[in-house]
């Protein structure tokens, strides 16, 4: 039996699972399902089309699900919605709007962490095992794949992408393409490789080691297009994670973030260290 909190309002057309706990002034409208165990805390606005996973939780103010914010989208007009899966948590306030069209809905895959003030704009693709910190944004077509961190304020350009356990320094702006296992910084500055990740990944010593020398060897250099791309092919012959890499960079449709912003500053040459020791 599900927990529904007399001040909830819950539509016709909404299938909840065993176990949904759903708190005081909650609104649920449209063909929303909501699996076994989600939990609704308190003022949570849910429009369909929604699903959601087992064990998902949202926390007072969420609002998911609700038009985008698209000039060509009209109110009435058909959307796919929303898709989120299991085990995922919705702080405060935070925000994920339907898609444009009515095939492809938005996603977000499972134990996906969105904490205060996030939002994901319509038709973004987030992964799983994701973190996006305090106040960061995904613009429309978006695409975050899994294990990668957003710190806090972090921006992301529409149909810009963040690969494979990325991650980002805080009050970073993205309109570049990331790719996986890279760090970056500022505005579209890379400046390192998320070692620390892999590792807590379970990633082999081997693949890390390859990732070190292709950002080295490859990405330090800052090559052209064609060039970079010859290099990654012959590396992800021997390795699984620089093939990742290899393929992200292969079908971006944007440039991708050089190491060091588009001129090296002297700021970012100073973390050599650093960078050395990732």
Known sequence: MSNIHPSAIIGDEVTLAEDVLIGPNCV?????????????????????PLTVGERTTFYPGALI???????????GMPTAGVEIGSDCIFREHSTVHAATNADKPTHVGDRTFFMVNTHAGHDAWVGSDVVMVNNTGLGGHSEVHDRAILSGGTMLHQFGRVGRQAMTSGVTTLTNDLPPYFMAS??????????????????????INAVKRAYTEVFR?????KEM???????????????????????????????????????IDDQGPLIARA
């Open 186 to 207: 500022e505005r579209n500055t890379v400046v390192g490789i998320n070692v620390v990740g892999m590792r807590r990944a379970g990633m082999s010593r081997d693949d």
């Open 229 to 267: 791309h010859k290099e990654l092919e012959a590396r992800a012959q021997e390795s699984s994670a620089v093939k990742d890499i290899y393929e992200f960079v292969i079908s971006s449709k944007r440039a991708i973030c050089p190491v060091g912003g588009r001129k090296r500053s002297r700021a």
């Open 28 to 48: 649920v409208m449209g063909k929303v399902t909501l699996g076994a165990g989600v939990r609704l805390m308190a003022s949570v606005h849910l429009q369909g």
């Open 65 to 75: 699900g609700f038009e985008p914010q698209d000039f060509k989208f009209k109110p």
């Open 221 to 225: 250099r800052n090559l052209p297009a």
